[in-house]
């Protein structure tokens, strides 16, 4: 069975402008969730959708954004870029039911505001 | 806030030894308690996990230890080899998100 996959698995950005990261989860996993991974602050969640319904949401601003596709599919976006926001974002999926808790990682894009 | 606390921050065991990684939470509502293991370049790969209605559960040569009352955890590698040299993670969860501990960079010196 195929793994959580992330595209692109790099970025370069700049200050004020947005992106859009991309995860597919395993197949029958109908959960996805987000985290930004920096060597300050760790790893940290940032949301949780299911269904394509945000279920669950962490400590972040507005700026961070996501969205799930009726195929368990989803994207993250960050808007008005900023330098604190480069880190690795890593996507999670999930069963979302049943045991809901075992979540496996993507390899992660690594996003670089400059 | 940090909800789970991780010690420490770095570990050189030789190998062979046993490598011990410690966390304590704080949130008694917690439910779920995995470790995961990450290599640099790579995402976290789930290592093993534990609910709190059990006090030990082994898998190979990785046993997770659960203190309740103590609102601790911790993870043994036993016979520690040097491809197990990477960063460890604790992480606890209610539902959805997990809370993640700070990471233990291990070393194992052959």
């Known amino acids: 069975k195929a793994g959580v996959t992330q595209t692109p698995r790099y970025l370069i950005k700049t200050r004020g402008q947005q992106v859009t990261l991309s995860c597919s989860p395993i197949s029958g996993h109908r959960s996805v969730s987000w985290y930004q991974q920096t060597p300050g602050q760790g790893l940290q969640f940032l949301f949780e959708y299911f269904s394509e319904t945000q279920r669950n949401k962490g400590n972040f601003p507005g700026r961070f954004s996501g969205r799930q596709f009726s195929n368990s599919r989803s994207e993250m976006n960050v808007s008005t870029l900023e330098l604190g926001d480069s880190a690795l974002y890593l996507c999670?999926?999930?069963?979302?039911?049943?045991?809901?808790?075992?979540?496996?990682f993507g390899p992660g894009t690594r996003l670089t505001v400059t | 806030q940090q909800q789970v606390k991780q010690s420490p921050q770095s570990l050189i065991v030789q190998k062979g030894g046993i490598s011990i990684i410690n966390c304590a939470y704080e949130n008694t509502a917690f439910d779920y308690f995995p470790w995961y293991q990450q290599f640099p370049g790579k995402g976290p790969a789930l290592l093993i996990a534990?609910?709190?209605?059990?006090s030990e559960k082994k898998e190979g040569r990785f046993t997770i230890s659960f203190n309740k009352s103590a609102k601790q955890f911790s993870l043994h590698i036993m016979d520690s080899q040097p491809g197990d040299s990477a960063t460890y993670f604790c992480a606890a969860s209610i539902v959805g998100g997990l809370t993640f501990g700070k990471g233990t960079h291990l070393i194992i010196q052959p």
């Open positions: 534990i609910r709190p209605d059990v």
């Open positions: 999670a999926s999930s069963l979302g039911q049943g045991k809901p808790y075992e979540q496996y």
